[in-house]
């Protein structure tokens, strides 16, 4: 995302494999819903599975395998794009199988091959009656090629995200401009890397796999893959879950300044509950105190960073309060080390668990999605004058968000307008979306459950998490998650617009060591929370 200091040099974008260099161009045309259903499928292969090579899938003895897929649809014998695949077959005798069930954490640009060991974790054995298939979007991690922009981009110390002066502000649009610049530097690859592209993958993924239909368990972003799949492919769905829904009439500029204003919330709750762990974390007794300490560092750390911790690696820090509550203590304990003591290393550790220095692929296939759908200014102008607006209220996110997706403003690829969502009498779908989700705000799952005839909605009420079913064991979701996949009945749709079923949220963590243990606490996962924490690294 960012790169080290002020000074900048442009960094070549790197393609693990470079697809054939014959590419031509052509415009790229909206999708028409009337078009052939398996459209550009002719010649898709087999899957040759194997072993794999990451530990967790080696572990729950995953096997893993590629498949060959056009880089244009509209012109399925040319060039070819590779995704990495996984899948855990099955354990239930073949009577009683229901078929494959695609996974996709989100993003986009985030890695799915890990996600198809999700199954294991649903309750009552109801996902053992499925082959769950992990993959790779094209362009992202082991699938080929693989996108990366400048590696190092997110490097810091970078430049404060507030631009309280025309330096500042200069300096983060150099920043996105270059990298923007860089990732032009892919060519064709960027015309074929929206939503439109991952949904025909997908249905090669069927193809592939000799299945009639799919089962699809979507989070975040990989709602939005759900919601246009059904719309392209309605005949091609069995069942679908869908958690933390993206708004369709949002994609996606909107999108990001209804996050800032969604983080806020969250923060504000997140320093509320410092407040009240007063004796173990002493960041102050109220809200006010615990905000004013946050901001007094942001201060501190804009005019002198500690080595890789800058103002804007101390917002990025506290991210993971606002995505997982569960992460609360751990983000208290780095908050509190460095205002009583004077340490650093715990906030930058938790800021290394949020944000990837070391290797762009996935921000770098997050923009190329985003920046190629909807609508995005193209004059910096208009981008200064609604985060200025949005920061007076929301001040902790708006910045830090939009410079993370101003180079949109710059994109040199190809776009298009959004698919537009709408149900095609597709089999009921189960949503499930927590009140209080910064990340998707809950109003995207009430419009899509709106558009959804036969959908039903999970709301968590006064939930904060970002897509936590299966993963933060709340019994009152999983159970009803686990009785859908087990035969596909759903909580009753009630009458009105709001939610079908109400579930209540989990506890709010609790301090679970003495003040000095607290604040030196380092974050211990097991393969449940990797799955969940992967989905909101940057």
Known sequence: MKPRSLALSATAVTLTVWVAASWQSAASAQVQLGRRADDGLAGIGSITWGTCSDETLVEFGAECGFLSVPLDYSRPAGPKVTLALSRMRHTVPDD???????????????????????????????????????????GVGASLPSLHCNPT????????????????EAAWLSRVTIYAEDCGQAGRLLDHV?????????????????????????????????????????????????????????????????QDVSFETVIQLFFDWVARYDDVYGLGRSRRAVEANYYSALRTLADNARGELGAAEWTDAFL????????????????????????????????????????????????ATICTEGFWPSMWSVWRRDNTRVARDAPYLTWGNAWFNAPCAFWRAESSRP????????PPILLLGETLDPATPFSGSTEVRDRFQTSSLIATEGGTTHANSLFGGNA???????????????????????????????????????????????????????????????
């Not at 506890?507 to 990797?530: K, N, S, Y």
Request: with cysteine; aromatic share 12%.
């Open 96 to 138: 009683q199988y229901q078929g494959i069930m695609l996974v996709n954490p989100g993003g986009p640009g985030g890695s799915g091959l890990i996600y198809s060991i999700l199954g294991l974790f649903v309750p009552n054995g109801a996902g053992e009656a499925y082959d769950w298939i992990g993959f790779d979007p094209r």
């Open 419 to 426: 698919i537009e969502v709408r149900d095609h009498e597709i």
């Open 320 to 367: 993971l309060a606002g995505y997982l509550q569960a992460a609360w203590p751990d983000v208290a304990a780095g908050f509190a080390a460095f205002v009583n003591d004077d340490d650093p290393d715990p906030a930058l550790s938790l800021f290394h668990e949020i944000v990837d220095t070391t290797d762009d692929n996935s921000y770098a296939m997050y923009l």
């Open 153 to 168: 981009y997110s490097a810091g110390p970078r430049p404060p995200y507030d631009p309280v002066s025309r330096f500042i």
């Open 194 to 258: 929206k939503t439109i592209d991952s949904i025909r993958d997908m249905n090669a993924i069927r193809v592939a796999l000799g299945a009639s239909q799919i089962n699809f368990y979507g989070y975040s972003y990989g709602t939005y893959l759900g919601q246009v799949f059904a719309t392209r492919y309605p005949s091609r769905v069995r069942r679908m879950v869908l958690d933390s829904n993206v708004d369709p009439r949002r994609v996606w500029y909107h999108a990001n300044l209804d």
């Open 476 to 538: 009152c979701v999983d159970d009803r998650v686990a009785a859908y996949l087990a035969d596909g009945s759903g909580p009753k749709r009630m009458p009105g617009a709001g939610p079908d079923v109400v579930c209540p949220a989990t506890p709010e963590p609790v301090p679970v060591a003495a003040a000095t243990g607290a604040r030196t606490r380092a974050l211990t996962v097991d393969a449940r929370q990797r799955l969940h924490m992967a989905m909101f690294r940057r």
